[in-house]
């Protein structure tokens, strides 16, 4: 059952001066920090779960953010790299990704490609024999053997703001450009930047309000706001993935591929390479570029290699198709959630302490992410209940 309650409040600019409401100490129920398709999720779910709660969905940007490779690339929902245990739940995603999305969500083959026999697979040839592109991307006698997957594509950031719009509807407040700090004890502080109607002077705007419940997600960024702000460690932990461009020619139809971990996504007409993750990064790592023959390439080491290791089986990637840019800002990249400090985790959620809980999507956001933020959803709704 949905609210009855009239739409909640936008403050998207700096002119609107945010106004929380009535209460100075606790004018909202639930802080969610974080705006991405996680959190706006979440913001959707606890208006069906709990539509009594008054909910602010706070963001350091605009809407949609889901920056860096989320933004760059499609989503796609699989089970390629799932275990059974977790496909009821990947499926629960997928309808509700065509409730929200719509046409937007579109069916896409996807083919893991092998060296070996493995159950299910087909001759590479037969199964690309009606995508005479993508064949030409890869030697099949490198990589004989290949398995269709379902699979659909979608924009993460599209999914991101149908999510927060849908949620606004129901209620929620949207509070944008501004930065949140938590605070143990259920405390945030809010800082913008505003401007005065009247003279039009920026001001710094800083409020400090409290929640019963504080939601941190804010991804990659969400393990270390917990260490440092909260003083709670966790066994979380982040990665920066790159996504170089491969100018070979792709279509709409085209399949995903997927190569010894590396993955190549039709997009625009060509493809992003989405490369395996390989360890967790400490806090305060830097990206470094590595060198091709002395040229300096702006591509992590470990990235380089593994699309030098697969240049036999890929023959694209050794020609001038592949676009590694001369410096670090030539390659898209971004900061991705590494939920358990794990590079192949699935999305979690977990309390912090008695008022915060932290809330993770990481490599497989596309495909779980949605259950998981419905799930703590559920939880919270309860938690309330309870009280």
């Known amino acids: 059952m949905t609210s009855a309650r009239p739409p909640g409040r936008v403050w998207a600019h700096v002119g609107q001066p945010f106004t929380?409401?009535?209460?100075?100490?606790?004018?909202?129920?639930?802080?969610?920090?974080?705006?991405?398709?996680?959190?706006?999720?979440?913001?959707?779910?606890?208006?069906?779960?709990?539509?009594?709660?008054?909910?602010?969905?706070?963001?350091?940007?605009?809407?949609?953010?889901?920056?860096?490779?989320?933004?760059?690339?499609?989503?796609?929902?699989?089970?390629?790299?799932?275990?059974?245990?977790?496909?009821?739940a990947a499926r629960w995603t997928l309808e509700r990704l065509r409730d929200l999305l719509g046409d937007d969500l579109q069916p896409r083959p996807y083919l893991t490609l092998h060296d070996q026999p493995a159950p299910n697979t087909q001759p590479t040839r037969d199964l690309l024999g009606a995508h005479p592109q993508s064949l030409a991307l890869l030697d099949p006698e490198a990589l004989p053997h290949a398995r269709a997957h379902e699979a659909h594509t979608y924009r993460p950031g599209t999914l991101a703001q149908v999510a927060a719009q849908s949620a606004i509807r129901r209620g929620t407040d949207l509070l944008l450009n501004t930065s949140a700090t938590p605070h143990p004890g259920g405390r945030v502080t809010l800082e913008r930047l505003t401007v005065t109607n009247t003279h039009q002077v920026v001001t710094h705007d800083i409020h400090t309000i409290h929640a019963p419940l504080i939601v941190l997600a804010t991804g990659a960024h969400a393990p270390a706001q917990a260490e440092h702000h909260l003083g709670v460690h966790t066994r979380h932990a982040r990665a920066y993935r790159q996504t170089p461009h491969l100018a070979a020619p792709s279509t709409e139809a085209a399949p995903v591929l997927h190569a010894r971990g590396l993955t190549l996504r039709p997009q625009h007409g060509a493809y992003t390479l989405i490369p395996p993750i390989h360890?967790?990064?400490?806090?305060?790592?830097?990206?470094?570029?590595?060198?091709?023959?002395?040229?300096?390439?702006?591509?992590?080491?470990?990235?380089?290699?593994?699309?030098?290791?697969?240049?036999?089986?890929?023959?694209?990637?050794?020609?001038?198709?592949?676009?590694?840019?001369?410096?670090?800002?030539?390659?898209?990249?971004?900061?991705?959630?590494?939920?358990?400090?794990?590079?192949?985790?699935?999305?979690?959620?977990?309390?912090?302490?008695?008022?915060?809980?932290?809330?993770?999507?990481?490599?497989?956001?596309?495909?779980?992410?949605?259950?998981?933020?419905?799930?703590?959803?559920?939880?919270?709704?309860?938690?309330?209940?309870r009280r």
């Open 20 to 88: 929380p409401g009535t209460d100075p100490q606790a004018p909202y129920d639930v802080l969610i920090l974080g705006a991405g398709r996680m959190g706006s999720a979440l913001a959707l779910t606890l208006t069906e779960h709990a539509p009594h709660l008054k909910t602010l969905l706070v963001e350091e940007g605009g809407l949609p953010n889901e920056d860096g490779a989320t933004i760059l690339a499609p989503g796609i929902w699989t089970t390629a790299h799932l275990p059974e245990s977790q496909h009821g």
């Open 279 to 385: 360890h967790r990064d400490p806090h305060g790592y830097a990206p470094q570029g590595g060198h091709l023959t002395g040229v300096p390439t702006g591509l992590r080491r470990e990235t380089l290699e593994d699309l030098v290791g697969l240049m036999d089986a890929l023959p694209p990637l050794a020609t001038s198709d592949l676009h590694l840019g001369r410096s670090l800002a030539d390659i898209p990249g971004a900061w991705l959630a590494l939920p358990g400090g794990q590079p192949d985790a699935t999305p979690t959620h977990q309390r912090l302490d008695d008022h915060t809980h932290l809330l993770l999507g990481g490599p497989h956001a596309d495909t779980l992410g949605l259950w998981t933020a419905d799930e703590l959803a559920r939880n919270i709704a309860g938690e309330v209940g």
